[in-house]
């Protein structure tokens, strides 16, 4: 078989992966937000009409799941595979919200990047054959996060200006052989980067190096500069992690502030809403991919963009142990133009 | 291109995916256990050198990686991608041992299946073209998890005859286009499996019928019956899980008694060790894969063997919150033949 390898991190896909479908769904201040007419469902209930937060973040993975297969025309077995994780311990939030769909399963942990983990490994797996239609989906809740990472919620937790609002909110796509498009016709899988950060507080910070290392793994190994792009947008990284990715970029002699964003600074009014740095979490990017990006490329707003959500590979406990916050990066482009056989 | 797919669940792979290398290592009480000879390494340190047991383990990840890039003559600039995770909270056993190689990452999430998971999604990624060499890895520490899921390991708590003890070990798994095998022939993946088992004293119970339900798709997608394979091994079900699964099987008058066992009975002396229901955790399929399995098919001591670890989707939270345990299973048939192209 012919190496669709360009590079150690690229992969070029054939003709044949294309959006089949997408929903996505948002909670209160996503409604608030300026990304509100681009959800699918917006529930003001925080616990998503379950008894916990928890449950309720699966209940999330549940709608958005049921909501991409009824606009696709589907049901659950007809898909070949999901591809899903969370940022929950044990990532119960998907597999409490997968286990009555029957679908084969392969669960994932790339933190706030596993939408792009996801969406690369299922473009993949169709690519080679071995999948005819597979789910990546994703998910994050403000409620459930701030008690596993930082503070109970009810504690009323100060908040530093560097600091990022978890989005509670949930992405799912699904990707097949036949579609009309958009089509992934590129993947790179990031390397795990670790510059010393210790400010738990500071995600922005410490997940901008990772996006560097792999958007500039991509434009190496596929010829291409930022301007073949119409827009390229980070998952979570905020303001500040984007202007730092912007500063490591001129200091290559490349102009990032033409095209770039992140999808930290499009969900939320971060003035208007006091959201400091921005939104953040694995519902983030996945929320604003299944909804404003890929309605927006469907439209013709956009021809080409890469999608390069981060995640922050670190554990509160790995905090209270004295580790610096190593840093992941996985990158999709979508493209309206079929990939080349 | 041809589909590879057997069924929904079963993909047949090419000839093109082998073993290239493999190691493990393991603590001190599996140093005692009926597999020592099979270790690459076995310390005594349950820190492993390092300052926590959390980070020990990240050391066993690293060692187990080294060591079986060593023996198989490669550098980590060779491999094109490693499949990895753990079981604590956001797997950083595996993104802080995997931090300094600089290898692209893809990591995951399947608990104790986590070794049949990231050899199936490796063996896909090299089948389809997508890597040449690339890496399956895990691990588990007694310490590390009695913590997290359980109590404090100095608090001495009083065990249960059902519950099983949580390997401390890592096993590691090269796969490549070239190489003498085992060669991987197939891969199935499992669904979420659901019982309502409570019991978390009790994961063999709660994890058998996923267990039965991947080998069932596996046989009836492959056309195979349990006396087409020399060896049927589950991961870490333990003695209690092993016999549940014996008696399913008996419900469909398919006899597993003559060939099946499981790591969670092989890797320690159940009665002389006191080891209660068996041995558990990622650590335990992966250390009894990467040498006393592996070493033995080159041995040609078994020519064709399924590989099927299980893993409890479970996470204290859940457990506090009400919910029953959902289990998954994701199967890998080894061969000392090549599998068809």
Request: glycine share 12%; proline share 3%.
């Amino acid at each position: 078989m012919e190496t669709k390898r360009l590079g150690r991190q690229t992969v070029q896909l054939g003709e044949g992966v294309s959006v089949v479908s997408f929903a996505n769904i948002g909670g209160k201040l996503e409604s608030q937000g300026p990304l509100a007419d681009y959800f699918d469902e917006l529930e003001q209930d925080s616990f998503f009409g379950a008894k916990t937060w928890e449950q309720g973040e699966s209940a999330m993975q549940q709608r958005a799941l049921q909501r991409a297969l009824q606009k696709g025309g589907l049901s659950a077995s007809d898909l070949d595979y999901v591809l899903a994780g969370d940022l929950l311990n044990q990532c119960i939030g998907t597999s409490f919200g997968l286990r009555s769909f029957e679908i084969p399963f392969y669960g994932l942990y790339g933190a706030c990047s596993t939408m792009g983990e996801s969406l690369a490994l299922a473009a993949m797996l169709i690519d080679g054959g071995f999948a005819r239609l597979a789910a990546a989906m994703t998910s994050s809740h403000y409620c459930t996060a701030e008690r596993q990472y930082r503070m109970p919620v009810p504690y009323g937790n100060q908040r530093t200006p560097t600091q990022q609002w978890t989005a509670t909110a949930a992405g799912c796509c699904i990707l097949g052989k036949q579609g009309d498009g958009p089509y992934i016709t590129h993947v790179t899988c990031g390397k795990i980067v670790d510059k010393g950060i210790t400010d738990v507080n500071n995600m922005g910070a410490a997940m901008a190096p990772a996006a560097y290392d792999t958007l500039r793994a991509l434009l190496r190994e596929t010829h291409t500069k930022p301007s073949d792009y119409d827009l390229i947008v980070t998952g979570d990284l905020g303001a500040l992690g984007h202007e730092i990715v912007v500063d490591f970029f001129a200091q290559d002699g490349i102009d990032m502030t033409k095209n770039y964003t992140d999808c930290g600074m499009l969900l939320y009014d971060l003035k208007g809403q006091d959201m400091h740095a921005g939104g953040s979490g694995c519902g983030c990017s996945a929320a604003t991919l299944n909804g404003y990006l890929l309605q927006g490329m469907r439209e013709q707003r956009w021809q080409r963009i890469v999608f390069a959500p981060t995640g922050a590979l670190l554990s509160p406990t790995s905090s209270f142990q004295g580790e610096s916050v190593p840093g992941i990066c996985h990158a999709v482009v979508f493209s309206n133009t079929k990939g080349e056989a």
